[in-house]
């Protein structure tokens, strides 16, 4: 599982802070029962104790009685269980108290992480990823074909929901393959036409596996997190995490290049991300309104050169399906 440090730590506080509130809850109750049945707590004590008396007889006298306590002490525990439910307590009452009865709060069965571990690691990654709630509604299980026209538009060889469901099976594909292959996509086209909604779907889908994944529009990426951390020198103190994991991250999800203001700063910036990832074989999926054309022309040849030639091109075209969706709303209201 693809955490960082920060990220195994925040979890591993989560099962500390489970096993000290637990503690908590035992000594409470082992409290309670003590004081309204003194018996118990004489059993508890003759129980602690009968082990490590039989082991300094056998180490004084050679005598070995620890059959003898394992038999005494199952007649006090059978006591323990009568007092316990003559006096209306529950049998588990006094026993240890964990939030994950698998793993005991520690995160292990075994060697492998637990799943509770598992689903705290992925809760985590979808916190990180900014998309959060998005994805409820955003994943692969909403994305509807239905929403594309089938008929020819006189320009390209498919239709537009022909080429929607290819890019749907390219982009599932990219999900299946991803540990093995990695890979980048650039999802390019005009307004409204899906790019940033199969985005969500490929990343809740990689989330939902344990990976790493962080999502940022190109406005907030240059302007606020590059530009915090290069131009102004670290002044949110979540710009440099984030700056960080900009090129850690399993797959980084830039949306909407294009609509930052572009300049040198950004290009130089721009081509450091992507080359570093690519030198790392980190996947990236870049999302813009522009066509090939002008990318080539806003950006320098060294990022177009790269981005052509490491990456899946898929253009999105057609009607505009954000606009179809309201209208579908609206209609059934």
């Known amino acids: 599982m693809a955490l960082n440090d920060n990220q195994y730590d925040e979890i591993m506080s989560m099962y500390y802070k489970n096993q000290a509130e637990n503690?908590?809850?035992?000594?409470?109750?082992?409290?309670?029962?003590?004081?309204a049945i003194p018996r118990i707590a004489e059993i508890d004590r003759l129980i602690a104790t009968s082990s490590i008396d039989a082991v300094r007889s056998r180490l004084k006298t050679g005598d070995d009685k620890t059959g003898a306590a394992k038999e005494q002490n199952h007649s006090l525990l059978a006591e323990k269980a009568d007092l316990l439910k003559t006096h209306h307590y529950p049998e588990d009452y006094l026993k240890p108290i964990f939030t994950c009865p698998l793993c005991h709060d520690t995160g292990l069965i075994g060697q492998e992480y637990c799943s509770c571990f598992k689903q705290a690691a992925i809760e985590v990654l979808y916190r990180e990823s900014t998309l959060d709630r998005i994805l409820e509604?955003?994943?692969?299980?909403?994305?509807?074909?239905?929403?594309?026209?089938?008929?020819?538009?006189?320009?390209?060889?498919?239709?537009p929901y022909e080429n929607m469901r290819n890019i749907l099976n390219k982009s599932q594909s990219f999900v299946e393959t991803f540990d093995k292959d990695g890979g980048n996509l650039l999802f390019y086209g005009g307004t409204g036409l899906g790019k940033t909604f199969l985005s969500h779907c490929i990343a809740k889908a990689l989330l939902d596996s344990g990976h790493t994944v962080l999502y940022q529009s190109a406005i907030h990426l240059f302007e606020d997190v590059c530009g915090d951390v290069i131009m102004k020198k670290n002044q949110n103190p979540n710009s440099q995490d984030i700056y960080r994991y900009l090129y850690s991250c399993d797959l980084l999800i830039i949306d909407d290049l294009g609509t930052e203001f572009t300049n040198s700063f950004v290009s130089s910036e721009l081509y450091d991300i992507l080359n570093t990832r690519m030198r790392e074989q980190k996947s990236t999926l870049i999302s813009t309104n522009l066509n090939l054309q002008e990318l080539n022309e806003r950006y320098s040849d060294r990022i177009a050169t790269r981005i052509f030639a490491e990456y899946q091109v898929c253009k999105f075209y057609g009607d505009n399906i954000r606009l179809a969706i309201r209208r579908n709303a609206i209609n059934k209201c």
């Open 137 to 159: 509604t955003e994943n692969f299980e909403h994305f509807d074909l239905t929403f594309y026209s089938k008929n020819t538009d006189g320009e390209h060889s498919y239709t």
């Open 23 to 35: 503690h908590i809850v035992e000594q409470s109750r082992k409290e309670e029962v003590y004081a």
